[in-house]
């Protein structure tokens, strides 16, 4: 691995911690536990624009660095109690997310805002599907309802459709200069 990636991988590591520590905040609730962050979508990001596999071991790396005691996860969580926890799966859930957003470049989903914003979707209701169904092995429906699907719904649309934004205004600034 060349010097430029070993400074992409650790680059987009440190962008993922920074957008973990920003909570999106839906609706105010006071028996609301998960936190939202634009970590999720600095991965989908990261998934999208990098190249193979530098996405994959950005996302690890970042993973590993937060099973090793460091404070990278949300609120400067760490550890596996935390990826155990009700926000763990929706880090796991970047692995996939992030690997689905290469197979849609490779297949050409990259060249219209239109393809980019359902990409975006993709991804971001694969790390919702993953936290959901961790949360509902948790706590049961009752909460997994309530937690995720009446409250993060919104959240992730607004986040998909931000994430597409900063993906195509990125792309067309590297068009014009390169």
Not at 6 to 35: M, N, T
Not at 88 to 111: E, I, K
């Amino acid at each position: 691995m060349s010097a430029k990636y070993i400074l992409l991988v650790l680059v987009g590591v440190l962008i993922l911690v920074l957008g973990y520590q920003f909570p999106i905040e839906p609706l105010p609730r006071a028996d609301y536990r998960i936190s939202i962050s634009a970590g999720v979508g600095v991965g989908l990001i990261i998934g999208f624009l990098y190249p193979r596999p530098l996405e994959w071991w950005t996302i690890s790396i970042f993973i590993l660095l937060g099973l090793l005691n460091l404070p990278v996860f949300s609120g400067m969580n760490f550890g596996l109690e935390y990826l155990k926890g009700e926000q763990g799966a929706y880090v796991w859930g970047l692995l996939p997310a992030t690997f689905a957003m290469r197979l849609l470049v490779q297949n050409g989903w990259d060249r219209s805002f239109l393809h980019i914003l359902v990409s975006m979707f993709i991804g971001v209701t694969m790390v919702f599907l993953c936290g959901s169904f961790w949360v509902y092995a948790i706590h049961g429906l009752d909460r997994a309802f309530s937690w995720t699907i009446l409250i993060q719904v919104p959240t992730y649309f607004i986040l998909g459709t931000g994430c597409a934004l900063c993906v195509f205004v990125a792309k067309k600034l590297v068009s014009v200069r390169g």
